[in-house]
């Protein structure tokens, strides 16, 4: 007895129109997806709502407003992907200064997206000193952790002062 076959809503399966086994295919919202084409709208799914988080934190609100999810959505249909639209809003909001988008949204993000693409082409990569440090048990020394098997701990003989080794790591930046 052959399967019943479904259709995929990713776009080259629709120009395509490809059908596939039920047991081949994912849902998400009700629709069904190939493997292929059921990563690539998880991945961006994932990209929109980490994009959604940072704008609503650049700007200080806890979500982001029906607007501003429209304007993102719109510029996204343009062509720009969702990082690009969040490093536009947090350059429009950091460097340029743009306070009102309390009453427009992010429309000023569409102005200042090919200078924030030129500043992240030109700006260089960091590098974070890597910094490793051997903990060492010394009887005697220290409160009982639980965990360590009973033994002691000096935190402040063996690693001293943190602050001391000039590392940028522990100042928070």
């Known amino acids: 007895m052959s399967g019943r076959l479904l259709k995929c809503y990713g776009k ?20 069904n997806y190939c493997r292929k084409h059921f990563v690539k709208i998880t991945n961006e799914n994932a990209e929109r709502d980490v994009a959604y988080r940072k704008i609503a934190h650049a700007l200080g609100i806890q979500y982001p407003t029906p607007l501003i999810k429209k304007q993102i959505k719109n510029l996204h249909d343009v062509g720009y992907d969702y990082k690009t639209i969040s490093n ?6 950091q460097i340029k200064g743009y306070s009102d988008f309390s009453r427009f949204g992010i429309k000023f993000a569409e102005y200042y997206i090919e200078e924030s ?16 440090r051997m903990v060492k048990f010394v ?6 952790k639980p965990g360590l098997f009973g033994k002691e701990w000096d935190i402040e ?17």
Request: glycine share 12%; hydrophobic share 25%; net charge positive.
């Open 12 to 31: 080259e399966c629709i120009e395509q129109n490809r059908k596939w086994k039920k047991e081949e295919l994912n849902k998400i919202g009700g629709k």
């Open 88 to 93: 536009a809003v947090d350059y429009g909001l």
């Open 117 to 132: 693409k030129q500043l992240e082409e030109t700006k260089p990569v960091e590098r974070k000193p890597v910094i490793k």
């Open 139 to 144: 009887q005697g020394k220290g409160p009982k």
């Open 157 to 173: 003989k063996e690693l001293g002062d943190i602050e001391d080794d000039g590392a940028n790591f522990y100042k928070g930046e």
